[in-house]
């Protein structure tokens, strides 16, 4: 079920994308490469019905929260968290917030992520037995012939193996270096300010802010380096949206400094 709602279209669409470019620039070097950055701005398109209702109601929620009648119910009932709980839900409704909207909406677009990440493995096989089981997810309308065995090269990387620059000898992981920072960028740039920034929410977004980034960059050192060149142009991608929607936070790169209030004192004469 999972291969046949999921990976199989997205590796048609991978490989009819691929086939579209062969035909059009009568080579496969590079096609292949430049066919996961197609691939990757079409599914962001795809996706930005989820980001623009995600980011929606992260706005609403960050509103709602730094309200003064927000602010008065977390004080009158710091004690009593089962009626805090329910002048909580009541706000909600009132204000028409779903708490769980951003959940939801991540909630969606995981499994097209993970089946993204899949198709992309997948459509890079170069062994016999993967390469007939991929053979065997094309729809009638894919030339089999023509896209497979497919060329995996792109640039300075081999597709299907982790991406080294080599530089005086010494293999450079630049792709994990790239995928780190562009996601590091975006979760600064797309972080709103929360209304309690100690708070166990802010405290667990600062966390997945730092080791996400991590997280994704040994993803990139270790995997096949097809799946690094999915990462950094979906990083750009998704930062390139945010701006067009002016959600982008530029704040967020600056170094935070926090400033003394100074009490002026009188001399005694």
Not at 76 to 84: P, Q, S, T, V, W
Not at 152 to 172: A, I, K, T
Request: glycine fraction near 6%.
């Amino acid at each position: 079920m999972w291969d046949t709602l999921i990976i199989e279209p997205f590796i048609n669409v991978l490989m009819a994308i691929y086939s579209f470019l062969l035909n059009v620039f009568g080579t496969s070097e590079n096609m292949f490469g430049l066919a996961i950055i197609i691939f990757t701005v079409l599914t962001r398109l795809l996706l930005y019905p989820f980001t623009a209702s995600q980011q929606k109601n992260m706005k609403a929620m960050q509103d709602l929260q730094s309200s003064k009648r927000w602010q008065d119910i977390q004080k009158k009932y710091k004690n009593d968290k089962e009626k805090l709980a329910q002048e909580q839900m009541k706000i909600y409704q009132e204000m028409g917030v779903n708490p769980l909207g951003s959940c939801l909406s991540f909630i969606i677009q995981f499994p097209i992520i993970i089946g993204l990440y899949q198709a992309i493995i997948r459509a890079m096989a170069d062994t016999p037995v993967p390469l007939l089981k991929l053979s065997e997810s094309f729809y009638g309308f894919i030339n089999a012939a023509q896209v497979v065995p497919l060329n995996s090269h792109f640039l300075w990387m081999d597709l299907g193996q982790p991406e080294r620059l080599y530089v005086f000898g010494f293999g450079v992981p630049t792709l994990a270096i790239l995928v780190a920072i562009s996601t590091y960028f975006q979760s600064k740039l797309m972080a709103t300010t929360p209304a309690n920034p100690g708070d166990q929410g802010a405290q667990i977004a600062r966390m997945m802010n730092l080791y996400m980034p991590l997280m994704l960059g040994y993803f990139a050192y270790s995997f096949a380096s097809g799946l690094a060149v999915y990462f950094v142009a979906s990083n750009l991608v998704t930062i390139l949206q945010y701006a067009l929607m002016g959600k982008l936070n530029w704040r967020n790169l600056l170094p935070s400094r926090k400033t003394e209030e100074i009490t002026p004192t009188t001399r005694k004469s």
